[in-house]
């Protein structure tokens, strides 16, 4: 079970929204006295997205990064980013906010043929 800060993290959000979104119902939560605790299918019920399966289950628990995020990494203009993500980058959107998953743009950029570092999101 994930904290709020822990989901936070994950989406790119601030604690206050978890707990705003949890508190309005479009986060599923368990309380335990005054704590939220948020299992990873609840979590990523959020995402408009594919659920994860089985051997995708760790790669889908990677935090995910914005647009700029992935600039920043890459060294590219967010305008690039979102040249990418028209031409096909799978995103995980989050409560209208488009985010992707680390691994999912290590992949896709690979089949276009950019060659990156390993982990370059870390």
């Known amino acids: 079970?994930?904290?709020v800060e822990d989901v936070a993290k994950h989406y790119g959000l601030r604690p206050d929204t978890v707990r705003r979104k949890i508190?309005?119902?479009e986060i599923e939560a368990v309380r335990?006295?005054?704590v939220y605790r948020i299992a990873w299918p609840d979590v990523w019920a959020c995402e408009d997205g594919p659920m994860p399966k089985?051997?995708?289950i760790t790669r889908y628990q990677e935090d995910l990064l914005g647009k700029k995020a992935i600039a920043?990494?890459?060294r590219v203009s967010v305008r690039t980013v979102e040249r990418w993500i028209d031409d096909g980058?799978?995103?995980?959107?989050?409560f209208g906010t488009v985010?992707?998953?680390?691994h999912d743009v290590t992949d896709w950029l690979k089949l276009q043929g950019v060659d990156l570092p390993s982990a370059w999101w870390a």
Do not use: E, W
């Open 1 to 3: 079970m994930l904290s």
């Open 23 to 25: 508190r309005t119902d």
């Open 32 to 34: 335990l006295g005054r």
């Open 54 to 56: 089985r051997a995708r």
């Open 72 to 74: 920043g990494a890459l």
């Open 89 to 94: 980058l799978p995103t995980r959107n989050v």
């Open 99 to 102: 985010r992707c998953n680390p």
